[in-house]
């Protein structure tokens, strides 16, 4: 094993360590649990800065793996079970991300979950989330993948559910853990379709046996379709259409959490799952994925648009961006893609901390003035809280600009090289709707964004006497916002700051080379390559148009008012509230996925207990009453003849017991007659 | 491989010390609680230490199935022998016990959960003297179905394990105890009687040479080879109807015992009515027995018919997943919705085990233990919170977690293993079943992993139910579990966490056999085919 995969097995260890002694151990440390998690991650973090620095500035690229046989099930076909770790250039970008993101959670969890019941808890599931995380980023193979898929998953649900004593908490957990395990079924037939095919579940064993035209059941259709299968994983966990419904109500779980796992890591798993299995993905599974990704994001960013409460905004703008990724990657921009996962996990997660930083406030704040009925994470009860929250507020300008591509920060490098991306995937398929959508969206993301910036920060606090007790937030929880905004600078991934293909990022991880047959790939990336460079100048100024366009209408808006969004709002209510009620989709699958499935089991249960059950019983009903005849025909009839024959038996006895006197002399009559009778009849 | 002590095979020992411990047991006065409760224990617990040392002696390259080269810890006695009788001739009967891969993962099983059962049941008031008697014996009789080679002793064991459990449930059961236990005995009567049949026609069918002569026999491994079957006898041939019929009586046998659609009603009422141990060791090792046995009997015995009916064993697997997730579901009572879930669970052997391939088998072997384990934690689960609060009512509950902290993070793990989460046993077995399933019937096991879905979502409701929430004020005196609680818990977790990180130790005992198995049964009814 080369030592930067030892390293790399380490860093993968640490966190569970974390998670194995708070959890045993959490009594004990208690108040100190908190401290305890953040030293093993920071230890964890260092270790993964010294990996990603070592393995991004190797110049060969090489890619490190280690596998072992965990299964050998020795049958006459060989047939075994490897499981592996691998370290290659995205992989060590990734786990660059999920360390900063969750040493920097850590951190700020200090200050935001002091006293919390649960505290020493809550460290112990980041601990097994971040294992589990790091689980997917190294993962060699399928089979590894999917476990530490749905470990991610029951991190997640346990995270949810931290404050499991609200009925809303409980059922949001369920409900992510429910909606990803429809994910992971698809996901699953993807593996079964694969093992059955390659006898393996190693990327490099496929991704070979492919290229050598070896093809599940002999045919491309079947690689589209495998494709797709384990596409499905990665709609459940990035929360694409159809299956993004969760991803809002996860929000019940602590803010800290959100940022981790519901803005920086654990929903860009899917994004990754579909960056590990670029190769094999063939033009139609990329189109569908194209599609999938397209239409999330704008249907997330239309919801967008008519929120209230701060961390819905978020989620659905995070809903709305991994649309953007998964997009990206579809129409063939894997670099952009990826790198829209790396500069998103940054700016969405300070976003979220923020917004943390605000909602904590907000709480001390009305706990102060005795109100425990106003919601503390609906910006209309915000309002003028820049001079308050100064850091909050300039961190928070810099996320807002990065994910609405303005230019200078991480943010505008990423979208825009995804947009040009749908602009040259337009001129190789004619899918013109790909970049209709593209930036129709960057422009809803910047009006939705400004709006939350300026209703919260600007204009008058809805109760001057409450703003009184804002207070900007502890050092534990402003250096982390300060971080995550120094890294929202194009500085990081590009010293270009208008291109992206001239930086560092895109040179370490450039497209891996598509394994499907000719006549089902994609453009192939030279040629896609040569286009982008092409669209990318109408691109650019497309986006800043965009962008520029957003921007400006919310500060009509929202800033100086000329407009007022009560009107519009009254002037299309049924279109606000459509929006609103996210498009109907929890009311759509409510009424038919859940009832149904509650329905069916109901009508099963009846079936089995009336109808299998009721035969079972009706059967041994029939036995009792056959008995039962048989015991009354017993009774009556087979005794009846018997007793009947007593009684003629004993009737004939009374009848003949007359004759029988016991005198001799009669005895003597009766024989002579007797006699006489017989004579007369032989004669 | 022979083990002996006092020059008796461990394998008898193993079986019969429970009659042993019943023994001291009955001797003991009935006022002497603790000791008899102790008693029991010390020889379970002996019965463990045994299994551990069958653990660490096991070949792991023989294989077993038909060969009784390949048979472990053999020991074979004549045990009945009628020298001449007037019409069937001279009948002799073997005393013959082995193991291969196939029966060592439930001796292990049944030691275990005799074990944990016999914990389990220290809370037992009601006339104890009687109640470890009858357990002890019903550890004899199921440990006795898994070692036994000979047909006729198989069937001894298995009757002889149906008369205790009938009065541990008719006798120590919940309200309606006496409408469950008959109907469990009648059930599984009926499928013995179906059994039996067939094992009769397999007698007259089958000779082997005994010195000169030449004898019938109920010895399973020579049933298992064609050319013992007498010429023009009724299940001679390959093929042949009578053979089909042999072999639906059969399985209809074992299907019972699964409980395989649309014999499973007896569970659900067996199970509510029974005490907390009984339960444990119904799920845990009971049900076994069904898949089992046609592991043991009706596959390699009736290879060619096996092989016909893979398809609708595959989709009575497939009902049984489904069908029972969706009555899970609809549960109200907490262990009639864990008795539901063990249908669905063992949908996923027979489905795993109808796909006849090496990771399919494996995949269903590895699933009967896994079950075994799991299910015997989550009875136990529901058992410790009836034992305080008297009720299982799903909706009389709620917020238990904050009230018993350590008993909802045991309460974790059994369900997330239950619902096959990574990292946990269950998943490793349903994984492997779906994955050799998928290479037989490509459809049906894409349908019948949609019960993944449904599981999830009915454990997930459940755990919400009872364990989250906010505790209502009646359950304000509950106490968390206590040490013998964690006693019968904590070795269970254990096991089942170990196992889903590194599942080698029991996938590597029954390997060989596994592949055995599947390639005598393919063999021999390929052969089947040719011939016809």
């Known amino acids: 094993m080369h030592s930067l995969l030892t390293l790399s097995l380490a860093i993968l260890l640490l966190p569970l360590f974390s998670f194995v002694l708070l959890i045993f151990f959490g009594k004990k440390f208690y108040e100190k649990s908190g401290h305890v998690g953040t030293a093993i991650l920071g230890i964890d973090f260092l270790l993964t800065f010294y990996v990603a620095i070592q393995k991004l500035t190797d110049t060969t690229n090489e890619v490190f793996s280690y596998s072992f046989t965990w299964v050998d099930f020795h049958s006459t076909i060989p047939l075994k079970l490897d499981l592996g770790i691998m370290l290659d250039n995205v992989g060590a970008v990734m786990l660059m991300v999920v360390l900063l993101v969750s040493f920097l959670v850590h951190l700020f969890s200090l200050g935001y979950m002091k006293g919390d019941v649960r505290y020493s808890k809550y460290y112990a599931y980041l601990g097994i989330f971040t294992f589990s995380m790091l689980g997917i980023v190294l993962t060699n193979n399928f089979f590894l993948m999917y476990m530490f898929w749905e470990l991610v998953g029951l991190s997640s649900y346990l995270l949810i559910g931290h404050w499991y004593e609200k009925k809303s908490a409980a059922d949001a957990g369920k409900k992510a853990f429910i909606t990803n395990r429809v994910g992971d079924f698809g996901f699953f037939i993807g593996i079964m379709i694969l093992w059955f095919n390659y006898s393996s579940l190693s990327f490099d064993h496929i991704y070979s046996s492919i290229a050598h035209g070896i093809l599940p059941f002999g045919s491309s259709g079947w690689l589209t379709a495998a494709g797709i299968f384990i596409f499905c994983g990665a709609v459940g966990k990035s929360a694409q259409f159809p299956l993004h419904v969760w991803l809002p109500d996860a929000m019940e779980g602590p803010t800290p959490v959100s940022a981790l796992i519901h803005a920086a890591t654990m929903v860009a798993a899917g994004v990754y799952l579909v960056v590990r299995t670029f190769p094999m993905l063939t033009a139609d599974a990329l189109m569908i994925i194209a599609y999938i990704g397209a239409v999330t994001a704008f249907i997330s960013a239309t919801i967008a648009i008519a929120q209230y409460d701060i961390k819905k905004i978020l989620a659905y703008s995070t809903i709305s961006q991994l649309g953007y990724m998964v997009m990206g990657l579809g129409v063939g921009s894997y670099s952009a893609g990826f790198m829209h996962l790396v500069t998103h996990a940054a700016f969405k997660a300070g976003l979220f901390l923020a917004s943390g930083s605000i909602i904590h406030a907000m709480h001390h704040a009305l706990h102060h003035v005795n109100d425990h009925h106003t919601d503390a994470q609906d910006i209309r009860f915000m309002g003028g809280l820049r001079k308050k929250m100064p850091i909050t507020f300039w961190t928070m300008i810099v996320f807002t600009l990065a994910i609405s591509g303005v230019p200078l920060t991480s943010g505008f490098l990423s979208k825009d090289a995804i947009l040009a991306g749908t602009l040259a995937y337009n001129h190789f398929t004619g899918q013109t709707l790909i970049p209709l959508i593209g930036f129709f969206v960057a422009g809803l993301t910047a009006f939705y964004m400004f709006r939350m910036i300026f209703i919260v920060f600007f204009g008058e606090h809805h109760d001057a006497h409450r703003l009184e007790h804002v207070h900007e937030s502890p050092r534990t929880m402003t250096i982390p916002l300060i971080t995550f905004a120094a890294v929202s600078f194009f500085a990081f991934y590009s010293f270009n700051p208008f291109s992206a293909g001239d930086g560092w990022f895109f040179q370490k991880t450039a497209v891996p080379e598509s394994v499907v047959p000719q006549a089902v790939r994609a453009a192939s990336a030279e040629a896609f390559g040569e286009e982008l460079h092409h669209q990318h100048y109408l691109a650019m100024g497309l986006s800043l148009t965009m962008a520029a366009l957003g921007i400006l209408t919310a500060m009509l808006f929202y800033y100086w008012k000329k407009f007022s969004a009560d009107k519009v709002v009254a002037a299309v209510p049924r279109l606000f509230t459509f929006l609103n009620n996210k498009w109907y989709f929890d009311e759509l699958y409510q009424k038919t996925a859940v009832n149904g499935t509650i329905g069916i089991a109901k009508l099963l249960a009846w079936f089995d207990a009336k109808i299998i059950d009721g035969i079972v019983n009706g059967a041994a009903w029939l036995t009792r009453l056959v008995a039962v005849i048989s015991g009354k025909f017993d009774h009556i009839v087979v005794d009846g003849i018997v007793n009947f024959t007593a009684y003629f038996t004993g009737f004939f006895g009374l009848v003949f017991r007359r004759i029988q006197t016991g005198k001799v002399q009669t005895y003597i009559i009766f024989a002579l007659v007797g006699a006489m009778v017989l004579f007369y009849v032989y004669r | ?532």
Request: with cysteine.
């Open chain 2, 1 to 532: 491989m022979e083990i002996k002590f006092l020059h008796i095979g461990i394998l008898t020992w193993i079986t019969f010390l429970p009659v042993l411990g019943m023994i001291v047991v009955l001797l003991l006065p009935k006022e002497q609680k603790q000791a008899i409760r102790w008693t029991s224990l010390a020889f379970t617990i002996l019965q463990v230490i045994l299994a551990v040392v069958i653990f660490q002696n096991f070949d792991r390259t023989l294989a077993g199935i038909n060969s009784k080269e390949g048979m472990q810890f053999v020991e074979q006695y004549r045990w009945i022998d009628i020298k001449s009788t007037s019409w069937i001739g001279r009948i002799a009967i073997d005393y013959f016990v082995g193991i291969d891969g196939i029966s060592v993962p439930m001796v292990l099983l049944t030691a275990l959960i005799s074990c944990i059962a016999v914990i389990s049941s220290f809370s037992i008031e009601k006339s104890i003297k009687g109640y470890f008697a009858l357990l002890l014996l019903l550890d004899t009789g199921m440990m006795g179905v898994f070692v036994a080679l000979d047909f006729f002793l198989f069937y001894v064991f298995w009757e002889i394990m149906l008369l205790p459990m009938y009065f541990l449930i008719g006798v120590w059961g919940g309200p309606r105890r006496e409408y469950a236990a008959i109907k469990f005995f009648i059930y599984t009567l009926l499928g013995s009687v179906l059994m039996l049949l067939a094992m009769l026609a397999l007698y007259f069918s089958v000779t082997i040479k005994d010195g000169n002569e030449v004898i019938h026999t109920f010895n399973m491994l020579a049933m298992m080879n064609p050319e013992n079957f007498v010429h023009g006898s009724l299940l001679e041939g390959v093929g042949t109807s009578w053979r089909y019929v042999a072999y639906i009586a059969l399985f209809i046998g074992f299907a019972i015992k699964v409980p395989a659609f649309p014999f499973h009603t007896w569970l659900p009422d067996a199970h509510v009515e029974a005490p907390t141990a009984i339960s444990v060791i119904l799920a845990g090792v009971l049900l076994k027995m069904g898949t089992y046995g046609l592991m043991r009997i009706a596959f390699p015995i009736f290879p060619d018919a096996a092989i016909h009916y893979l398809y609708p064993l595959a989709f009575i697997g497939f009902i049984n997943i489904i069908y029972g997730a969706y009555c899970a579901m609809a549960q109200k009572d907490f262990k009639k919705l864990i008795a539901y879930s063990s249908v669905s669970h063992m949908g996923i052997v027979l489905l795993g085990m109808a796909a006849m391939n090496t990771q399919g088998m494996m995949g269903a072997m590895f699933q009967m233990f896994n079950h075994g384990t799991i299910t015997a934690m989550l009875f136990l689960i529901v058992g410790v919170i009836y034992d305080r609060a008297h009720t299982r009512g799903l909706d009389d509950f709620g917020g238990l977690m904050n009230k018993m902290p350590k008993y909802s993070g045991i309460m974790m793990i059994a369900f997330f293993a239950a619902l096959g989460l990574p990292g946990l046993s269950g998943f490793i077995s349903e994984a492997f079943s779906f994955l050799g399933a998928f290479q037989t019937f490509k459809w049906l096991t894409i349908a019948s992993a949609f019960g993944i879905i449904l599981t999830a979502a009915y454990m997930l409701w459940t755990l919400q139910r009872v364990f989250l929430g906010t505790l209502p004020e009646k359950w304000n005196n509950l106490t968390d579990i206590n040490g013998r609680e964690m006693a019968m818990l904590v070795p269970l977790a254990v096991i089942v966490i170990i196992l889903g990180i590194y599942p080698s130790p029991v996938l590597d005992l029954m390997n060989s056999s596994a592949n055995a198995l599947v390639d005598f049964v393919k063999n021999s009814a390929g052969i089947a085919m040719l011939g016809q």
